[in-house]
């Protein structure tokens, strides 16, 4: 590991959760089988090379909510290490209905800095139909307090759960939006085994939300923090082993889906633009170096969906001088 900071994460897969929401198996999501313990935590950063700055992040479980004694036992493990500059800062993550005053305070003092909030959805039927065990309305209060604590607040939200659909999962990130987060992540559903979810899915009575029905979503969704200035900061499950070797039954799991999303909302603002103004004869779509892969797409389908929707363009992509995101249509 390079000099420069990472994330560094510690699994407490399902600690201080009060129920499994359907779409649940943190143990095989996170492939961790077993809860973290100061054990745990001392033996993970004392592997780190001295010259190591992390950031130390408690994930899989809603950290305020298991029990205080161990929660404190295992931030007071870490605090060696944030003396010593190996740990830069902490962040965890929460439900909602799981935050309050003092807890953020406790945390505060302990080195937390970042809380991540399980929101998942703002509609509470879908809320309810999942299993969450809380109300939108618990969201935006504990949003409300994470940023009154001076805590930066990352969200997290699902597409395509239970009783959800897409305008629905739009409407949930402009409530998000309004609750200002520092960053948000976005998970579309996987279907994980040994989940409440694989049985309604394997009864028919959940219907799969595809690879393909993430990408179109959240190819409208991204724009919209993108607008407010609001960092994705993750889209789509972290690849793991588990997950890649069958854990992830069905849904919307692609080690690159955030590369999909993105590429797809480039292929749809260069659709905009040559619906808009149609060339009249070859033309070139610029885009920065960076986005010059998503332009083209995964084994060239966005060059060839377009220069069947456009064939009097003939249609080619090229890096140019242009801001990230952005998409240029040029005569040739």
């Not at 935006?140 to 759960?161: S, Y």
Request: aromatic share 4%; proline share 7%.
């Amino acid at each position: 590991m390079s000099a420069r900071r990472r994330i560094l994460p510690i699994f407490v897969p399902h600690a201080g959760c009060p129920n499994d929401c359907v779409f649940c198996n943190q143990k095989r999501i996170s492939g961790s089988l077993l809860p973290a313990s100061t054990e745990t935590v001392r033996s993970r950063l004392s592997e780190l090379p001295e010259d190591a700055h992390c950031e130390l992040a408690f994930y899989g479980g809603s950290f305020t909510a298991i029990d205080p004694v161990l929660r404190e036992e295992l931030l007071a493990a870490v605090r060696p290490f944030l003396e010593r500059g190996t740990v830069e800062r902490i962040r965890v993550s929460t439900r909602p209905d799981a935050v309050d005053r003092e807890v953020l305070e406790s945390l505060r003092s302990a080195g937390v800095m970042t809380v991540e909030l399980g929101a998942q959805s703002m509609s509470d039927r879908v809320l309810r139909l999942s299993g969450r065990g809380h109300t939108s309305a618990d969201t935006a209060r504990a949003a409300a307090l994470v940023k009154e604590a001076g805590l930066t607040l990352v969200l997290q939200m699902m597409t395509g759960l239970p009783g959800s659909d897409p305008a629905a999962d739009i409407d949930t990130a402009r409530k998000l939006i309004a609750l200002r987060p520092d960053g948000v992540r976005i998970y579309p559903t996987v279907v994980v085994r040994d989940t409440a979810l694989e049985t309604l899915w394997r009864s028919g009575r959940y219907r799969e939300h595809t690879v393909e029905d993430a990408v179109e979503v959240c190819a409208k969704i991204l724009p919209l923090f993108e607008a407010a200035s609001i960092p994705v900061i993750r889209l789509g499950l972290n690849p793991t082993d588990e997950l890649s070797g069958g854990a992830a039954a069905a849904g919307a799991y692609h080690p690159a889906l955030g590369e999909l999303v993105r590429s797809r909302v480039l292929r749809e603002r260069a659709e905009r633009l040559l619906l808009r103004d149609p060339p009249k004869g070859p033309a070139a779509l610029e885009v920065s170096r960076r986005d010059y892969s998503a332009m083209i797409g995964r084994r060239r389908e966005n060059v060839l969906w377009l220069r069947e929707r456009f064939p009097e363009a003939g249609l080619r992509v090229r890096s140019a001088d242009v801001p990230d995101g952005t998409v240029r249509v040029v005569p040739l």
